[in-house]
């Protein structure tokens, strides 16, 4: 096999990422000669990755903790997106330098676009968490048409310092306000692990929700967590998760192996499997 056609994900630890499943779907059904490891690669070890990546013994690769900040560091360009949200966690060499592109906004605003019909229609939205997946969200939902973000978390210093990188369209509040602040959004997002198997739950209060609000959950294990149980039972329209993690793969692929693979019910189902198994 080329060289050429080698792509990977590295992180530590790195066993529990689906990524190989999803690449390795794609691979098989295009019927491309490829291939997509994923390697336990230590923090220490990953300048070293670069290397090898400019080297050309990949095509390319995905990023995830704890290396999306470094590679945004070590990459020679970085995409609008990750620019953006301050992360990478995709790389792949244009004209022998080393790109590092984000495309965590792209899978939750494309999961979206298949599954919750409308969603690009509001204006504010309510974000819950302020890690990482916060950022890229809070980017997704200002390039899809959004006016502003109540940002609410539970160390409200971090909450602040993401607001202060868009400007006055981001509000940050303490945990305090979010049963108060559903009232007033158009999409409620979860990007804390709370209701994640082996998690509390999060506990948020959907009484005030508008009557066409919506939610989606970064979670995705179970698909149903009870946070969007309850804006369901609620009368919102609901998308979990899963998708957000499809779609994401999908640019990375599309660049390294030259052709647009599809999430599917198929693709889905296959995942759902495997979280099973
Ligand atoms: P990421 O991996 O996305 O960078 P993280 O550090 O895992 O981020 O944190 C994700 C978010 O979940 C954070 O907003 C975190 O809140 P803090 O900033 O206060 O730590 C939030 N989070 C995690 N566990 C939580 C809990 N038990 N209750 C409330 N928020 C929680």
């Given at each position: 096999m080329a060289d050429a056609s080698r792509a990977f994900v590295a992180g530590h630890p790195i066993a529990h990422s689906r990524s190989p499943l999803i690449h390795g779907t794609w691979l098989i059904r295009h019927g491309i000669d490829g291939s997509y490891t994923a390697l336990d690669v230590p923090a220490e070890e990953f300048r070293a990755l670069t290397v090898e990546l400019r080297s050309g013994r990949w095509v390319g690769?995905?990023?995830?903790?704890?290396?999306?900040?470094?590679?945004?560091?070590?990459?020679?360009?970085?995409?609008?997106?990750?620019?953006?949200?301050?992360?990478?966690?995709?790389?792949?060499?244009?004209?022998?330098?080393?790109?590092?592109?984000?495309?965590?906004?792209?899978?939750?605003?494309?999961?979206?676009?298949?599954?919750?019909?409308?969603?690009?229609?509001?204006?504010?939205?309510?974000?819950?968490?302020?890690?990482?997946?916060?950022?890229?969200?809070?980017?997704?939902?200002?390039?899809?048409?959004?006016?502003?973000?109540?940002?609410?978390?539970?160390?409200?210093?971090?909450?602040?310092?993401?607001?202060?990188?868009?400007?006055?369209?981001?509000?940050?509040?303490?945990?305090?306000?979010?049963?108060?602040?559903?009232?007033?959004?158009?999409?409620?997002?979860?990007?804390?692990?709370?209701?994640?198997?082996?998690?509390?739950?999060l506990a948020l209060d959907f009484a005030s929700a508008r009557a066409d609000a919506m939610a989606t959950d970064i979670v995705y294990v179970p698909l149903e967590t009870p946070f969007l149980r309850r804006a369901a039972e609620a009368g919102l329209k609901t998308c979990d998760g899963l998708g957000m993690l499809l779609h994401q793969a999908v640019p990375g692929f599309a660049r390294w192996f030259g052709c647009v693979p599809e999430v599917d019910e198929e693709l889905r189902d296959i995942v759902i499997a495997d979280m099973a198994g």
């Open positions: 690769g995905n990023v995830t903790i704890p290396h999306k900040e470094t590679a945004y560091q070590l990459v020679d360009r970085r995409d609008a997106a990750a620019e953006a949200i301050g992360a990478v966690n995709t790389l792949w060499l244009e004209d022998g330098l080393l790109v590092g592109g984000n495309t965590d906004a792209y899978g939750f605003a494309a999961n979206l676009d298949q599954r919750l019909a409308g969603w690009r229609s509001g204006e504010t939205a309510l974000v819950l968490g302020a890690g990482g997946a916060s950022r890229a969200i809070i980017h997704a939902l200002f390039e899809a048409g959004f006016s502003h973000v109540d940002l609410v978390n539970r160390t409200v210093e971090r909450a602040e310092r993401i607001a202060a990188r868009f400007g006055d369209r981001v509000t940050a509040r303490g945990w305090d306000a979010a049963d108060r602040l559903v009232g007033a959004a158009d999409l409620v997002v979860n990007t804390t692990p709370l209701g994640m198997k082996g998690q509390p739950p």
